[in-house]
């Protein structure tokens, strides 16, 4: 489907405002009367709290009040679960350990919140950090996952036999059937580093109760605005409808604002309630590194069972996943992992255990990529083994067991983070990994370049491997499309957004049925006042969910612009022509009506309107896909090393992606772009380091490093592979991009490195490299 | 993230700066380009009591020439400045090529020469480059006036011989001989970041390539910037081999440093590197001695 | 009693009088006390950019600066640039380009490029990925940026 | 963090194991120290005021010799907290007599520091820690110097 805006690459409508300052993010909203918030944090990991005193603090000029766990009352209790546990799943065990708003008796993460101080700055607010006595009995903390698992470790919540959070395990076939029958059985165990969402704008909240009209106001820059107002209103025990969520502009999402009853929205809507005051809290970066949600940190038990030829009989995945002290996002992230496990790859036998557990470490939520890198990285890697082990090479094997498109749809038989049996819908994953073979000219390189580079005393080496991208899950997303008396469109909806484009790809779509100008088509999204249904951003599901009921609202609109202009124009329907902001008889442009008048005539002031017809050209829609669909596509990356610093340079770097139809290309590779940095980041840079007494070593840009330009790949490709199996998932044959470039550089980049040391046999076990890790790798194999 | 209060002092000469050093004694403490002071400041790590800031002293802000081809550097010349001035270019351009290296151009445009010196951060490459260029330091305070060798000026990590009333006022660097070669060569994870090992060379040959003089210093790996004494005692007197180099090389990096293990790299890590970056360093110092420093 | 030191600061071209506490740093001046929102605060210890402002003509981080010693200083935030109705050229280029995403980082971008366009009209790419490499984007993988740089600096020095 | 070292002292293994018992001796060999009371014969309170370059950190907490065996071993268990965060070490000293009055010390230990200092101060923590054990290791050898030569 393409149409005059749809598939072009239009550029972004909400641009102007960005680019010149205009924009208003969470820390621009003042609401007069404003206090400011700042949260007193645990330096301690594991602490019995035995007393906060508080009462200089609130001696200190500008302190307006200072509140602890007990200062809350009944009010205080552990939040809700916000995503439910897998029941889905048979046989699952999960216990529900959800979030506390502010320590009570026990701490449980460094950076958990002690106290809230209220002052007249966050200046002041900080300064009152001094006059609070904290005191406390330390406890030893549990940090290692699999230390933690066991039944013998220091219990991060005392009222659980152990540290388990979940166990989760699914299997297809019989992997130990499948193993007996196999020639070659590999196993290895691998580490999943622990990595940051890292938005460039923190978190922020402000919560303004107006008490003569007993609504409560808030500004937030969640990704989950309905989410909020629901979590708001239980709270405090009011109706949805006087909580107003408002999300202003955000700096960036990548998974962790999605993440509610925190402190700031359950103890701020309350405190702002008590003092008849807004409470505006901005959080700083430590706090961010702190205290909001990350993700990955998993240990991987694999082992693959194969066939002499290299066909997989079967593979097994025992994984430790991190959830941290509590788990109120569910299993997101571990379901996310355990369906990505088999990727794009013919697995008849599999087996997969989920055991989460519990540590001394800030709670683990999705970030870009969610638990789909992982599992991607597991199979990728246990493929780079095989291979070796059997002696072939890793291109073979692959093209060995990747799915053809003729065994699409495939149904995996393995549940996932949306409690659907998970569906490999459509693609040409082989396809996929031609092309990129192709671009990254594998065969040249292995021929030529390495070769000549090797004489030369430079080490090359490449990478490549395929992905799946789980995107565009259910339940629903929807929207309205309004044509204005002033022929200018609107269009809301309960999404937000955090930079993807939406203001812009929602008015193609919308632009396109209604044959308006785009840029007269206004997208609102995340304010619960204009439309209050939906689940929230997160899983690449904008475009196709959001997008879809777009479409389908705008159809309904479209139908009723042509009844409505029949009626005026006095001709059946199919007479009536809808020319770019007006309708006329066809044949006829002096006849023409504004879409504006005729927006007007569909609500008549006068006279009766027919029985089951819907005043106003206004349409509402849902959308939501009977499973999620699947990107796909594969990535090659060719880099050089400096064998005496361990340096690698990212010379070229190729991905194929399949995103089914692009409502925008532009939009589509400047996602793919941001996925990659994000992944050459978390492969090569970025790491969040807890100590063994679960102090995070890394909460400033001076030790977290977060990507830069210079450290991105000198030569990007982009190939757009769009089989034509995904133009039947849904009526706009779309699917999510947003996770996609982020999924696969971890695997690409490390098996390149160790093609650049393929004569020492170095084996890389993990995701996060430094030079120093490399090294030490290099010398490990020395010394065997 | 923000700072704790403080008194502030924006004194708009050298004299008005060191009266009001010496009235707050310990209390003070000099406010420079603040690129390290008022981050450390943010995370309230620092919480001077009263602030110092010399920004206002134009005085202090200078690159001269010297009478023997040397320069002056005042203080508060902003990092940037010395790294575009042509006198930097001409007389010295090891100052540039480490420069390009000091954390990113925004930092480097308010950053100050003699700041950086005096934070002597053993990760920082200006506190090495003063020690390896055996820069004169004046150190000024109400009354008095003292020179310090850069070397004898930095006694501990983050720790100079600067007491608190007193400030560092001007660095002076001496010519170099001619058929000096320099170069300074660093490993670090990322462009601006910290470096895991760094290395600054200053060589000097005769007219028959047997090294006359050579200065270098080792970068991080150690609480302090390492001058080489290994260096000296293996190369003055002698050809700069290969082997030689790679002598010193083994030595240094084996007897004279002591690194740390961190988050960012091994003490391991840091001795192999700092030994490939002793060659480099070496290496391209004497080729450029041969060629005239160029 | 907290101490206030009156500042006179000519900002966009425009002269305020204030009084402020020493601490106060330049970013929060510039964003609460005069209301230019544009210059935006991403991690206050001088490594993400976002904050980047000219000061006295010289790209520099307002976190790291305080207000009071802006004091007889000249300043220019994003707001100085282009307005939605009539773009500086490199606005035009980041939005032609799509060097924006989520736009949180891109004032400090911008701020960084103008005085760097100025003086190196015609760039490499490897000067425009050193330029930036103070300014952390985590949305655009810098790609687009660099695109729009060229793009900007081919246009800029085509009016010239 | 794990911190181990050793230190040659010019004095009889008695004299330099009664020092580490002398709260003025102490008091007066660690950087920064600003008051240390003796509570009892192995307790004391001391508070710390940490000045390195930028970072001015003040602690205040408990010190406490265990497991005494004169005169060879002690543990030393400190706890101090502040602004900046805490830390809580173990040491374990350990003084060989090597005749000539000379006494080598050995200690192992490990430290747990927590708080901004732990979380945004990596950078400086060895580098530091390595330069304060040299400083308090120069000071006990000028206070031996004094002490022991005089007798």
């Given at each position: 489907m393409t149409g005059k805006y749809f598939g072009n690459p239009i550029k972004r409508l909400e641009d102007k405002q960005l680019l010149t300052g205009n924009a208003k993010y969470i820390d621009d909203i003042e609401v007069p009367g404003q206090l400011h918030a700042a949260f007193l944090r645990s330096d301690f990991a594991h602490a019995r709290i035995l007393k906060i005193d508080v009462s200089e603090a609130l001696k200190r000029p500008g302190v307006v009040a200072v509140y602890t766990a007990e200062d809350f009352g009944d009010f205080w209790k552990?939040?809700?679960?916000?995503?439910?546990?897998?029941?889905?799943?048979?046989?699952?065990?999960?216990?529900?350990?959800?979030?506390?708003?502010?320590?009570?008796?026990?701490?449980?993460?460094?950076?958990?919140?002690?106290?809230?101080?209220?002052?007249?700055?966050?200046?002041?607010?900080?300064?009152?950090?001094?006059?609070?006595?904290?005191?406390?009995?330390?406890?030893?903390?549990?940090?290692?996952?699999?230390?933690?698992?066991?039944?013998?470790?220091?219990?991060?919540?005392?009222?659980?036999?152990?540290?388990?959070?979940?166990?989760?395990?699914?299997?297809?076939?019989n992997y130990e059937e499948a193993k007996k029958k196999a020639d070659v059985v590999v196993a290895r165990r691998m580490l999943i580093e622990h990595v940051a969402g890292a938005a460039m704008e923190n978190r922020g909240f402000l919560a303004s109760w107006d008490d003569q009209n007993q609504v409560m106001t808030i500004w937030a820059n969640t990704q989950s605005p309905l989410t909020v107002r629901g979590s708001v209103s239980r709270a405090l025990g009011l109706a949805e409808s006087q909580v107003h969520v408002i999300t202003p502009a955000i700096g960036g999402g990548f998974g962790p604002k999605v993440m509610t009853s925190l402190t700031d929205d359950v103890l701020l809507p309350w405190i702002s309630k008590q003092l008849k005051r807004p409470i505006k809290w901005v959080e700083d970066r430590r706090e961010n590194f702190l205290a909001t949600t990350s993700e990955r940190d998993q240990v991987h038990h694999c082992e693959i069972a194969l066939k002499k030829d290299g066909t997989i009989l079967g593979f097994k995945d025992v994984f430790y996943h991190n959830t941290g002290a509590y788990d109120s996002y569910g299993m997101t992230v571990p379901l996310n992992t355990q369906t990505h496990i088999i990727s794009n790859y013919r697995v008849p036998n599999f087996y997969t255990q989920i055991r989460m557990v519990f540590t001394n470490q800030m709670v683990v939520t999705p970030v870009r990529g969610a638990g789909r890198s992982e599992g991607v990285f597991a199979m990728e890697r246990m493929l780079d083994f095989a291979a070796k082990e059997m002696g072939l090479s890793p291109i073979e094997?692959?093209?060995?067991?990747?799915?053809?498109?003729?065994?699409?749809?495939?149904?995996?038989?393995?549940?996932?983070?949306?409690?659907?049996?998970?569906?490999?819908?459509?693609?040409?994953?082989?396809?996929?990994?031609?092309?990129?073979?192709?671009?990254?000219?594998?065969?040249?390189?292995?021929?030529?370049?390495?070769?000549?580079?090797?004489?030369?005393?430079?080490?090359?080496?490449?990478?490549?491997?395929?992905?799946?991208?789980?995107?565009?899950?259910?339940?629903?997303?929807?929207c309205k499309v309004t044509v204005s008396t002033s022929g200018k469109v609107t269009m809301t909806t309960g999404y937000s957004s955090q930079g993807q484009a939406h203001y812009t790809v929602f008015a193609q779509i919308i632009a396109d049925q209604l044959n308006?100008?785009?840029?007269?088509?206004?997208?609102?999204?995340?304010?619960?006042?204009?439309?209050?249904?939906?689940?929230?951003?997160?899983?690449?599901?904008?475009?196709?969910?959001?997008?879809?009921?777009?479409?389908?609202?705008?159809?309904?609109?479209?139908?009723?612009?042509?009844?409505?202009?029949?009626?005026?124009?006095?001709?059946?329907?199919?007479?009536?022509?809808?020319?770019?902001?007006?309708?006329?008889?066809?044949?006829?442009?002096?006849?023409?009506?504004?879409?504006?008048?005729?927006?007007?005539?569909?609500?008549?002031?006068?006279?009766?309107?027919?029985?089951?017809?819907?005043?106003?050209?206004?349409?509402?829609?849902?959308?939501?896909?009977?499973?999620?669909?699947?990107?796909?596509?594969?990535?090659?990356?060719?880099?050089?090393?400096?064998?005496?610093?361990?340096?690698?340079?990212?010379?070229?770097?190729?991905?194929?992606?399949?995103?089914?139809?692009?409502?925008?290309?532009?939009?589509?590779?400047?996602?793919?772009?941001?996925?990659?940095?994000?992944?050459?980041?978390?492969?090569?840079?970025?790491?969040?380091?807890?100590?063994?007494?679960?102090?995070?070593?890394?909460?400033?840009?001076?030790?977290?490093?977060?990507?830069?330009?210079?450290?991105?790949?000198?030569?990007?490709?982009?190939?757009?592979?769009?089989?034509?199996?995904?133009?039947?998932?849904?009526?706009?044959?779309?699917k999510g991009v947003g996770e996609a470039g982020a999924i696969p550089p971890g695997p690409a980049i490390v098996q390149a490195i160790e093609d650049a040391f393929a004569d020492k046999g170095v084996e890389i076990l993990e995701t996060n490299l430094s030079p120093s890790s490399i090294y030490g790798y290099l010398k490990k194999v020395e010394h065997k | 993230m923000k700072p704790v209060n403080f008194d502030y002092y924006a004194p708009s000469s050298v004299d008005e700066a060191l009266d009001t050093l010496a009235e707050l004694g310990y209390d003070g403490k000099v406010l420079a380009g603040g690129q390290s002071l008022i981050a450390a400041m943010n995370f309230r790590m620092a919480r001077p009591s009263a602030l110092v800031d010399l920004n206002n002293v134009a005085e202090l802000s200078y690159i001269k020439p010297t009478a023997d081809g040397g320069l002056a550097i005042g203080t508060m010349t902003r990092v940037s400045t010395v790294e575009h001035n042509q006198d930097v270019i001409q007389r010295f351009p090891l100052l540039v090529e480490v420069a390009k290296f000091i954390a990113h151009p925004q930092i480097r445009r308010r950053g100050t020469f003699g700041g950086a010196i005096a934070h002597a951060d053993p990760a920082g490459q200006l506190p090495s480059i003063s020690m390896v260029m055996n820069m004169q330091a004046l150190i000024k305070g109400k009354g008095t006036e003292r020179w310090v060798a850069a070397p004898d000026l930095i006694i501990g990590p983050f720790m100079t011989v600067i007491e608190p009333n007193e400030m560092l006022a001007e660095l002076v660097i001496k010519p170099h001989p001619p058929r000096t070669g320099a170069k300074?060569?660093?490993?670090?994870?990322?462009?601006?970041?910290?470096?895991?090992?760094?290395?600054?060379?200053?060589?000097?040959?005769?007219?028959?390539?047997?090294?006359?003089?050579?200065?270098?210093?080792?970068?991080?790996?150690?609480?302090?910037?390492?001058?080489?004494?290994?260096?000296?005692?293996?190369?003055?007197?002698?050809?700069?081999?290969?082997?030689?180099?790679?002598?010193?090389?083994?030595?240094?990096?084996?007897?004279?440093?002591?690194?740390?293990?961190?988050?960012?790299?091994?003490?391991?890590?840091?001795?192999?590197?700092?030994r490939v970056l002793i060659v480099r360093s070496l290496t391209e110092a004497f080729e450029r001695a041969k060629r005239g420093g160029k | 009693?907290?101490?206030?030191?009156?500042?006179?600061?000519?900002?966009?071209?425009?002269?305020?009088?204030?009084?402020?506490?020493?601490?106060?740093?330049?970013?929060?001046?510039?964003?609460?006390?005069?209301?230019?929102?544009?210059?935006?605060?991403?991690?206050?210890?001088?490594?993400?950019?976002?904050?980047?402002?000219?000061?006295d003509g010289e790209a520099v981080r307002s976190c790291l600066i305080f207000a009071v010693q802006a004091n007889g200083h000249e300043i220019r935030t994003v707001e100085s640039l282009g307005t939605p109705e009539n773009l500086h050229p490199l606005q035009q280029s980041f939005t032609d380009k799509h060097a924006l995403q989520c736009g949180f980082c891109t004032p400090g971008f911008l701020m960084t490029l103008v005085p760097f366009l100025e003086e190196n009209p015609t760039p490499t790419e490897d000067e425009i990925r050193e330029a930036i490499d103070g300014n952390i984007c985590r949305c655009t993988g810098y790609e687009k940026i660099v695109e729009a740089v060229h793009d900007a600096a081919e246009k800029m020095s085509q009016k010239k | 963090m794990k911190v181990e070292g050793e230190h040659l002292f010019k004095a009889p293994r008695e004299v330099v194991y009664e020092m580490f018992n002398d709260p003025d001796a102490l008091g007066a060999a660690v950087p920064g120290m600003q008051k240390m009371i003796k509570l009892d014969e192995s307790h004391y309170e001391a508070v710390l005021g940490i000045r390195v370059g930028p970072v001015s950190a003040n602690f205040s907490g408990n010190l406490s010799l265990t497991d005494e065996v004169p005169p060879e071993s002690v543990t030393l268990v400190i706890e101090g907290k502040g602004g900046a965060g805490f830390v809580k070490g173990v040491g374990y000293v350990k003084f060989e007599d090597l005749g000539d009055e000379t006494t080598l010390l050995k200690y192992t230990g490990e430290a747990n520091i927590g708080g901004t200092l732990a979380s945004v101060g990596q950078r400086m923590i060895d580098s530091v820690a390595k330069s304060m054990f040299k400083t308090v290791f120069e000071k006990l050898d000028k206070i031996l110097e004094e002490r022991w030569q005089k007798n």
């Open positions: 552990p939040g809700p679960l916000q995503v439910p546990p897998p029941t889905a799943i048979p046989g699952s065990k999960f216990n529900a350990r959800t979030l506390v708003p502010i320590a009570k008796d026990k701490i449980r993460y460094s950076g958990e919140v002690l106290a809230v101080v209220i002052a007249e700055s966050r200046y002041i607010a900080e300064d009152a950090f001094d006059d609070i006595i904290v005191d406390v009995e330390s406890l030893p903390a549990v940090v290692d996952l699999e230390k933690a698992w066991e039944d013998s470790s220091v219990l991060v919540h005392d009222d659980l036999p152990s540290n388990m959070a979940a166990l989760v395990t699914q299997e297809v076939g094997i692959r093209r060995k067991n990747l799915l053809r498109a003729d065994e699409l749809p495939l149904a995996t038989g393995i549940t996932g983070q949306d409690f659907v049996k998970n569906t490999l819908d459509s693609g040409d994953y082989l396809g996929n990994f031609e092309k990129c073979l192709q671009a990254i000219e594998y065969d040249k390189f292995i021929k030529e370049t390495q070769p000549k580079a090797q004489k030369e005393g430079k080490r090359l080496g490449i990478g490549v491997v395929a992905f799946t991208e789980g995107t565009a899950v259910g339940p629903y997303e929807g308006v100008k785009v840029e007269d088509v206004k997208v609102i999204t995340g304010d619960t006042n204009h439309f209050a249904w939906g689940a929230g951003t997160f899983a690449s599901r904008g475009a196709t969910l959001v997008g879809t009921a777009a479409l389908l609202a705008s159809q309904k609109v479209r139908a009723k612009i042509f009844s409505t202009a029949s009626k005026a124009l006095g001709v059946p329907e199919d007479q009536v022509e809808l020319g770019e902001g007006s309708v006329s008889i066809k044949g006829k442009p002096d006849s023409a009506i504004p879409l504006g008048t005729l927006a007007a005539m569909a609500n008549p002031m006068r006279g009766v309107i027919e029985p089951g017809v819907e005043p106003g050209l206004e349409a509402t829609a849902y959308y939501g896909p009977p499973h999620g669909s699947t990107g796909c596509g594969a990535m090659g990356v060719i880099l050089s090393i400096d064998e005496e610093t361990c340096k690698p340079v990212l010379e070229k770097m190729v991905i194929v992606d399949d995103c089914g139809t692009m409502i925008n290309p532009l939009i589509v590779d400047g996602q793919l772009q941001g996925g990659i940095s994000m992944g050459i980041g978390n492969t090569l840079y970025e790491r969040l380091v807890y100590d063994e007494n679960g102090q995070l070593l890394t909460a400033s840009f001076m030790d977290y490093l977060m990507p830069l330009a210079t450290d991105m790949p000198k030569k990007l490709e982009i190939i757009h592979n769009h089989a034509e199996s995904s133009l039947k998932l849904n009526p706009l044959g779309i | 300074y060569v660093q490993v670090s994870r990322q462009s601006g970041g910290y470096a895991q090992s760094a290395v600054a060379s200053i060589v000097t040959l005769d007219e028959n390539e047997i090294c006359k003089d050579v200065h270098m210093v080792l970068m991080s790996v150690a609480e302090v910037p390492i001058l080489s004494e290994k260096a000296r005692e293996i190369l003055i007197g002698n050809k700069p081999s290969k082997d030689a180099i790679e002598a010193v090389a083994e030595a240094a990096s084996t007897s004279e440093i002591d690194p740390a293990s961190d988050l960012h790299a091994s003490a391991d890590y840091r001795r192999s590197i700092t | 009693m907290k101490k206030l030191f009156p500042i006179t600061v000519t900002v966009n071209g425009k002269v305020y009088e204030r009084q402020v506490e020493a601490r106060l740093l330049l970013s929060d001046f510039l964003r609460h006390d005069l209301g230019l929102l544009g210059t935006h605060v991403g991690c206050e210890h001088g490594i993400c950019g976002a904050c980047t402002i000219l000061f | -």
